[in-house]
């Protein structure tokens, strides 16, 4: 079943951000190598091609997991929820479509 993880960062967060980035990404990394990523990627402010950290305020990610639980425990252990990146996370089921 596929998952959606919508992540709003908390205020003042970049720096934190910037630091937990590393292992967030090689946690995502073990998800792709597992086939199990469809897609994940910050979210902006604003339009731009080249953002640096402080043009982001969430994440979308979107995942294979086996149920509900499993991908709430999932992003609640994830770097950037730890180290308190975001101010909260919205888990939901979703049928992927096309």
């Known amino acids: 079943m596929h998952y959606m993880i919508y992540a709003q960062?908390?205020?003042?967060s970049s720096e934190k951000r910037r630091?937990?980035?590393p292992a967030h990404l090689k946690r995502l990394q073990i998800l792709k190598d597992q086939n199990r990523?469809?897609?994940a990627g910050p979210l902006l402010?604003?339009?731009t091609d080249q953002p640096s950290l402080s043009d982001f305020k969430g994440s979308l990610i979107i995942a294979e997991f086996e149920n509900l639980e499993?991908?709430?425990?999932w992003a609640a252990?994830?770097?950037y929820a730890t180290?308190?990146?975001?101010?909260?996370?919205?888990?939901q089921p979703l049928k992927v479509t096309l």
């Open 37 to 39: 990523l469809i897609l």
């Open 70 to 73: 499993e991908a709430k425990r």
């Open 83 to 91: 180290a308190e990146v975001y101010a909260n996370i919205t888990v």
């Open 45 to 47: 402010h604003e339009d």
């Open 9 to 12: 960062d908390a205020p003042e």
């Open 77 to 79: 252990a994830d770097p």
């Open 19 to 21: 630091s937990a980035r």
